[in-house]
C-alpha cells in the first residue's frame, strides 16, 4: 500500500497504561473498554487486540457491523445500541457477541427469536436509551439469559446532585432480572468514586488520553499526535497574505510551510490562526485559514525543515478542547480514513 502523507502517531504503551490506570480506579470491579465509532477513531481492532492482550475481557460497541470487525480476537462484546430486526440471523449465530437490550421491542423480539446471553440497558434519568427501572420491577426481562444490568450516566464530568440519583435509581435494581453483574461508570463515573463501580466499568474517552476529570490529570497519557509531511516551503513577503480569504498577512517577511492535512481529515477551521505543529521543540503556529487538505504553518523558527519532513500538530486532548471548542470526543472520532494509523 502507498503510505498516506498523513498519519496518526499513537502510543500503545500510553493505551495500555491508561487501561491499567483505569482498571486500579475500578477496584474491585472489571474494566472493560467502550471502542466503538472504530475506537474512538484510532481503529477498532488494533485497540481492541491491545487491551485484550492486557487482560480486559469487556468490550463495547454501537452496531453489529462493528461488533463484526472484532470477530477474529476471542473477546466478548456488548452491542450497545441492541438488535433490530435485521440483526437478528448475524445476532444469533455470533457466539462473541451479545445484544444490549434497551426498549420494551427489543426485548420481545430477542425473547421471541430465543437468543441466548444479552445485556439489559435501564434508563435512570438521561432519557436517551433503556427500559425503565419499572419495567425491570415489573418481570419484563425475568427469564432472560442476562449477563449485565447497565445504565448510563448523563453528567458524569459535572459534580452535580443527578449523578448520586442515578446511582441510587441504579442501585436499587440489584438482584431484580436476575443479571450476574451490573454496570454504571463510564470513563468520568470511575473517579465518582468505589460505589459507582458496581462490577464492571465502561471506559472510552479516558483510554484514548481524555482527561474530564481532576483524577485523571497527570495520569492519563496522550495517545494519539496526528504528524502531517511537509507539501511546501516558501518565504512570504511583507504585506503578502496566505490561505482562503486572506485571513493571515505577513507583517514581516515569514517562512511559510503547506503541510498535508485540512478539514476533511478532522482538522477543522477552528484551528485556523490558533493550532500548532512542532518540528521537535520548534513551535510552528498554523496561520491563516485551514483548507479542507492543507494548512499553512510559520516555519520561522525551524530554518532546516523542508519538503517531506514530517512535523507533529498539539493534540493533547483537554487543552486542544479548550482551545478549540470541540469536544474530546469529537477531536478523536472526527480524525479521518486519510491517516495511515501507525502503532508504537
Ligand atoms: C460511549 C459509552 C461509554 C464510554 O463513555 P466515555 O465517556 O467515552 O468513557 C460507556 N457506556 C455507554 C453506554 C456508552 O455509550
Request: aromatic share 6%; proline share 4%; charged share 20%.
Amino acid at each position: 500500500m502507498i503510505s498516506a502523507p498523513l498519519r496518526l502517531a499513537l502510543d500503545g504503551d500510553a493505551l495500555v497504561a491508561n487501561w491499567r490506570t483505569l482498571d486500579a480506579m475500578s477496584g474491585a470491579a472489571a474494566c472493560g473498554a467502550a471502542v466503538k465509532a472504530n475506537g474512538y477513531g484510532l481503529g477498532a481492532r488494533d485497540v481492541a487486540a491491545r487491551l485484550a492482550a492486557a487482560g480486559c475481557r469487556d468490550f463495547f460497541v454501537a452496531t453489529w457491523g462493528e461488533a463484526a470487525a472484532l470477530s477474529e480476537l476471542g473477546v466478548s462484546v456488548s452491542v450497545l445500541h441492541g438488535v433490530r430486526e435485521e440483526d437478528l440471523p448475524f445476532a444469533l449465530s455470533a457466539g462473541f457477541a451479545r445484544p444490549v437490550l434497551n426498549t420494551v421491542q427489543q426485548v420481545r423480539r430477542w425473547r421471541e427469536a430465543g437468543g441466548g446471553p444479552c445485556d439489559v440497558m435501564v434508563d435512570t434519568g438521561m432519557n436517551r436509551l433503556g427500559v425503565t427501572p419499572e419495567d425491570v420491577a415489573s418481570g419484563l426481562i425475568d427469564g432472560l439469559n442476562v449477563d449485565t444490568l447497565m445504565s448510563h450516566l448523563a453528567s458524569a464530568d459535572e459534580d452535580v446532585p443527578a449523578n448520586a440519583a442515578q446511582r441510587a435509581r441504579f442501585a436499587a435494581l440489584a438482584g431484580q432480572g436476575g443479571a450476574r453483574r451490573m454496570s454504571l461508570a463510564n470513563s468520568a463515573g470511575i473517579p465518582l468514586g468505589a460505589d459507582y463501580a458496581f462490577d464492571l466499568t465502561r471506559p472510552g474517552i479516558a483510554l484514548y488520553g481524555g482527561v474530564q476529570a481532576q483524577a485523571f490529570a497527570g495520569r492519563i497519557r496522550q495517545v494519539v499526535t496526528p504528524q502531517a509531511q511537509l507539501l511546501q516551503r516558501r518565504l512570504v513577503p511583507a504585506g503578502q497574505a496566505v490561505g482562503y480569504n486572506a485571513t493571515w498577512t505577513a507583517s514581516v517577511p515569514t517562512e511559510v510551510a503547506i503541510i498535508n492535512l485540512g478539514y476533511a481529515d478532522g482538522y477543522l477551521r477552528c484551528f485556523s490562526g490558533r493550532g500548532m505543529a512542532r518540528a521537535g521543540d520548534l513551535a510552528l503556529p498554523v496561520i491563516g485559514r485551514v483548507s479542507m487538505d492543507l494548512v499553512a504553518i510559520d516555519v520561522s523558527a525551524a530554518p532546516d525543515l523542508a519538503e517531506g519532513d514530517w512535523v507533529s500538530i498539539d493534540y493533547a486532548l483537554p487543552q486542544t478542547a479548550a482551545l478549540s471548542g470541540l469536544s474530546q470526543y469529537e477531536l478523536l472520532t472526527g480524525l479521518g480514513a486519510r491517516f495511515d494509523r501507525i502503532w508504537r
